[in-house]
């Protein structure tokens, strides 16, 4: 069981808007710590998607963006492509834990 | 360009340790941390710990305090993970991971393979 959850799995057809939502709690996400996406795709390392809530590394299509807001966090990606098909995962901070914490990642299908 | 260089894989016997190396490389900066990062077959992500080398303290995740250990010899630049005791459930891919700090990974390597059977 992840201490951030996400919905296991989303779909949608090439050129739909999907969302997927990292739900967190007042030890982590709603601390105030940062949250980061990450994209992997089959065989592959996971790539930096966005980091620290909103802001997307240099090459990361426009399509992708974050949001936080309290406990959560989300991830939509518009204009949906068959390359977006991959297992994406949010990661964020913990201070019980004290450590670094991801969710349990969703998979998107691109129909 | 940046790169994290890892050497394959590895098998291992149950009770036995593993050390797997990372040596980053292009672009880094005095004070990049390394993480180490595992992902079980099917399973997702999991922070092992991360430390940023000059520096020298390296963190650890609750769950593998007292049998991990992550070091750094700043004259190879080359970062390591030791895991003690292995038991089936450590098969995994072994990642390492570059970040400005140590709770962010902006740069992987290709990951380690380690599988841990009798």
């Known amino acids: 069981q992840s201490v951030l959850t996400q919905p296991p799995s989303v779909s949608g057809a090439p050129g739909q808007r999907v969302t997927i939502s990292c739900t967190g709690s007042?030890?982590?996400?709603?601390?105030?710590?940062?949250v980061h996406w990450y994209q992997q795709l089959p065989g592959t390392a996971p790539k930096l998607l966005i980091y620290?809530?909103?802001n997307r590394p240099s090459g990361v299509p426009d399509r992708f963006s974050g949001s936080k807001s309290g406990t959560s966090a989300s991830l939509a990606i518009t204009g949906l492509q068959a390359e977006d098909e991959a297992d994406y995962y949010c990661?964020?901070?913990?201070?019980?834990?004290?450590?670094?914490?991801f969710g349990g990642g969703t998979k998107l299908t691109v129909l | 360009q940046v790169q994290l260089v890892q050497p394959g894989a590895e098998v291992k016997k149950p009770g036995s340790s593993v050390r797997v190396t990372c040596k980053p490389s292009?672009?880094?900066?005095?004070?990049?941390?390394i993480s180490w990062v595992r992902q079980a077959p099917g399973q997702g992500p999991e922070w092992m710990g991360g430390?940023?080398?000059?520096?020298?303290?390296?963190s650890y995740a609750q769950k593998f305090q007292g049998r991990v250990m992550i070091a750094a010899d700043e004259s190879t630049g080359t970062v390591y993970l030791e895991l003690r005791s292995l038991k089936s459930e450590d098969t995994a891919v072994y990642y390492c991971?570059?970040?400005?700090?140590?709770?962010?990974?902006?740069?992987w390597g290709q990951g380690a393979l380690v599988t841990v059977s009798s």
């Open positions: 430390i940023i080398p000059v520096f020298g303290s390296p």
């Open positions: 007042t030890s982590n996400i709603g601390a105030g710590y940062d």
């Open positions: 991971a570059r970040g400005w700090e140590v709770t962010v990974f902006d740069y």
């Open positions: 620290t809530n909103t």
């Open positions: 990661q964020s901070y913990d201070r019980s834990l004290s450590g670094v914490i």
């Open positions: 292009g672009g880094t900066r005095s004070t990049d941390a």
